[in-house]
């Protein structure tokens, strides 16, 4: 069976919060089993770091948490990804409206804001962690684990609502 559903995370240059939101979501969808139905990616809205692994401190933040972010390549957003993700989340507002000027009008509802999918923490923007210290990445992890949480949460509805019973 081919994926059923994927989800495409998105910040600036793909080596920090996309790929933390793509790592632990994926271990989360592979937790239920569903790493043959869910496919998880991750972009930039820049091509800063392009065929870059995530930033060192993402990975040993994220590595401390159990989240392996090391097979993980920076990439830029595809106009192809537009059609090709069911569900595509920006980690700022700025990274929302840099998706939505460059999408389709036809794939525009599949862009959303990541931490509208969050439950415990009421930001709404997943901070860049680049220039801070640790504590920001940690952050960042806090956020992006409820936000991944909420995630899969939906992409079970969907994939439930797809499924005939």
Do not use: W
Not at 34 to 53: P, R
């Amino acid at each position: 069976m081919g994926q059923a559903y994927s989800v495409l995370m998105v910040c600036t240059g793909n080596i920090c919060r996309s790929p933390t939101a793509d790592g632990v979501l994926r271990q989360l969808v592979a937790a239920q089993g569903l790493q043959d139905v869910v496919e998880v990616d991750s972009a930039g809205t820049y091509d800063y770091h392009v065929g870059e692994a995530p930033d060192r401190r993402a990975q040993q933040h994220a590595r401390k948490r159990g989240y392996d972010l090391s097979n993980l390549r920076a990439r830029q957003v595809a106009g192809s990804d537009f059609s090709r993700f069911d569900l595509i989340l920006a980690m700022d507002k700025g990274h929302f409206a840099a998706l939505r000027q460059r999408c389709p009008a036809e794939f525009q509802s599949k862009i959303q804001l990541f931490l509208d999918y969050a439950a415990a923490f009421q930001e709404d923007e997943v901070p860049d962690p680049y220039y801070g210290g640790a504590e920001g990445f940690e952050h960042v992890l806090d956020l992006v684990e409820d936000g991944c949480r909420g995630v899969l949460a939906h992409v079970q509805h969907q994939l439930a609502a797809r499924t005939p019973s």
